[in-house]
C-alpha cells in the first residue's frame, strides 16, 4: 500500500497539546474495491497541534466497515527542533490511501461510534485522529458517506 502526504505548516503560540484535525475534503466521492484504477482516497485535512510535536507522530484512519481496517501513516518531523514543545503549529496534511478493498461490513468500530457515524449499506466512511510525538490523541474527523461500487 503507497501513502503520499504534503505538509504546510505555520506557527504560532503554544497551547493543547492534543493535536485537532479537520478534513476539508475527500476524493472520490465513490470508490470501486475491485478496481485498482478507482480505490484509491485522497484527504485534505487541516490540523493544529498546541505544542508543536505532531511531526513524527501519526495520522490514523479507521475505515469504518470494521474495527480492525486502521492505517497509520507516519508523520514526518514539521516544526523545527528548538520550537518542539513550546509552539502551536496549524498547516495541512494530504493523506492518501491506496487499494481500499473489499471486506465484509461488521460492528462500527468504537471511533466511528464516538465520533457519531451512521453507516449506510453499500457505503463506508474514514474517521481520521492525529497522534503527536508525545502520544496525545487528537478529537477525530470524519469524511461524508463514501459509496462503495
Known amino acids: 500500500m503507497r501513502h503520499t502526504w504534503l505538509l504546510i505548516v505555520a506557527a504560532c503560540t503554544s497551547g493543547d497539546p492534543a493535536p485537532s484535525v479537520e478534513i476539508v475534503s475527500a476524493s472520490p466521492q465513490a470508490l470501486a474495491p475491485a478496481n485498482d484504477l478507482q480505490n484509491d ?17 501519526s495520522a490514523r484512519i479507521q475505515d469504518c466497515r470494521a474495527e480492525e481496517l486502521v492505517t497509520e501513516l507516519e508523520i514526518p518531523a514539521i516544526a523545527p527542533a528548538d520550537k ?16 481500499v478493498g473489499a471486506v ?18 453499500g457505503s463506508t466512511v ?15 474527523d470524519c469524511t461524508a458517506a463514501i459509496a462503495l461500487q
Not at 85 to 99: H, N, P, V, Y
Open 41 to 57: 482516497l485522497r484527504m485534505l485535512v487541516t490540523y493544529k497541534d498546541g505544542d508543536g510535536d505532531l511531526g513524527t507522530g
Open 104 to 121: 465484509a461490513v461488521a460492528a462500527l468500530p468504537a471511533t466511528c461510534a464516538e465520533l457519531g457515524v451512521e453507516l449506510a449499506a
Open 126 to 140: 474514514f474517521c481520521v485522529q492525529l497522534v503527536d510525538a508525545a502520544g496525545h490523541v487528537g478529537p477525530g
Open 84 to 99: 518542539v514543545g513550546s509552539s502551536k503549529i496549524e498547516g495541512s496534511i494530504d493523506l492518501s490511501l491506496d487499494d
